[in-house]
């Protein structure tokens, strides 16, 4: 991209995570995940000398950047970008391989998965702007660009950030709509990275990785519920996982059935059928709470359940989304059968229907 060209402007949606969480933050575990059409949108044009990272998250001021020893460095020392530097450490590390030459540029990011006052709704807004940095660099350094290579590029940026997480939101955000999902065993990858280049990498199959389009049948509503308490995703799986360490037994068998649930509800969706998905839902929001309950982890807050109960009163099948602890809850319906009565009553409780559609390429952006 020569100065003066067009401003690459780059869109990629946030996430919710529906069914399988926790397990899949192991290898070969699987989840369903949706994007959703609220989105990041990151602006990337040419400099020289000196490039800039700007967010509407952080202040609208921008943070300086230079080069020394060819590897990019902040100018302020406490910097909250550390997705996006992962994201162009990464893809940069990539575009030097194949024999690319490193220039300057200026990103502007932008972003509507959080509420005019920040305040977060759990939309996955670490994992979206990190496809969409990959994606504006790829473009920016004309990289092939295949779904798959900017999937793997933006989980080995975000993993070298976060380390437990599964990376699913990262899918979403890249391959849009209704998604089976399960991560790849990252021990593997760790290793090849050490000894391989990362093209090598990731021009090759990852063990257990799946992603996977689903179908989803006509009449299927589904509705979003926000509680109005963010959670961190990450401080709860933390505190799953040092638990599991000491109940490796317990926690093999949550592994166990959280997989024959989910495998039942990506069977419900193949077959388009509404009442397995249903009941997969109603099951997997079963084995989370006792999850939560055994090791002490608040996954379903008072208000998350006061949310799903007033959610069955009106014929849904509901449960937490993501981690829980706050943010949303999922609700599925049979047509539109209790939506607006059950909304009526979410909105005397406090809680806030999300307008949240399932976002697939090519639709809205």
């Given at each position: 991209?020569k ?6 402007e780059?869109s ?11 397990a ?5 575990y699987p ?9 990041i949108?990151?602006?990337l ?8 990272i700007?967010?509407?998250?952080y202040?609208d ?16 020392r ?17 575009a ?5 030459e490193?220039?300057?540029f200026?990103?502007?990011i932008?972003?509507?998965?959080d ?9 996955g807004s ?5 496809v969409?940095?990959?994606r ?6 004309e990289?092939?660009?295949t ?18 997480g599964s ?42 990785l ?13 509705l979003?519920g926000?509680t ?22 317990y926690y ?5 059935e ?7 509800l990506i069977t ?11 009941q ?5 929001r079963k084995l ?7 090791f002490g ?10 949310m799903?109960?007033?959610?069955k ?5 509901a ?8 943010d949303?809850?999922v ?23 999300l307008?949240l559609?399932?976002y ?6």
């Amino acid at each position: 991209m020569k100065e003066g060209e067009n401003v690459i402007e780059v869109s990629v949606p946030g996430k919710l995570f529906i069914a399988g969480e926790y397990a899949v933050v192991e290898a070969g575990y699987p989840a369903v995940v949706i994007a959703v059409d609220q989105f990041i949108t990151v602006s990337l044009s040419k400099t020289e000398k000196v490039g800039s990272i700007q967010s509407s998250q952080y202040g609208d001021l921008p943070i300086k950047w230079v080069r020394r020893n060819g590897e990019l460095v902040l100018d302020k020392r406490e910097n909250p970008f550390h997705y996006i530097l992962a994201a162009i450490r990464i893809t940069e590390n990539y575009a030097k391989e194949i024999g690319r030459e490193l220039g300057f540029f200026d990103l502007v990011i932008s972003s509507e998965l959080d509420n005019s006052k920040g305040r977060k709704y759990g939309l996955g807004s670490s994992g979206a702007v990190t496809v969409a940095t990959v994606r504006a660099l790829a473009q920016f350094y004309e990289l092939e660009a295949t779904d798959e290579i900017i999937y793997k590029l933006s989980a080995l940026a975000h993993l070298a950030v976060q380390g437990n997480g599964s990376t699913g939101d990262i899918a979403a955000s890249v391959y849009t709509g209704w998604i089976a999902f399960s991560t790849f065993d990252k021990e593997w990858v760790e290793k090849r990275l050490e000894t391989e280049s990362l093209g090598e990498l990731i021009h090759q199959p990852w063990p257990k990785l799946r992603i996977e389009r689903l179908p989803v049948p006509k009449k299927l509503r589904l509705l979003i519920g926000w509680t109005g308490t963010p959670a961190s995703t990450a401080n709860l799986v933390d505190k799953v996982q040092q638990a599991s360490e000491t109940e490796k037994d317990y926690y093999q068998q949550f592994l166990d059935e959280s997989k024959k649930i989910v495998e039942k509800l990506i069977t419900g969706f193949k077959e388009k059928n509404i009442t397995i998905i249903q009941q997969q839902i109603t099951e997997n929001r079963k084995l989370l709470k006792q999850l939560g309950k055994h090791f002490g982890v608040n996954i379903e807050t008072k208000k998350l359940e006061r949310m799903i109960e007033l959610a069955k009163a009106h014929h849904g099948a509901a449960k937490s989304s993501g981690a829980g602890g706050g943010d949303c809850g999922v609700v599925f319906f049979k047509e539109k059968d209790g939506i607006i009565p059950l909304v009526n009553d979410w909105e005397k409780e406090g809680i806030t229907p999300l307008p949240l559609h399932v976002y697939e390429k090519g639709e809205n952006v």
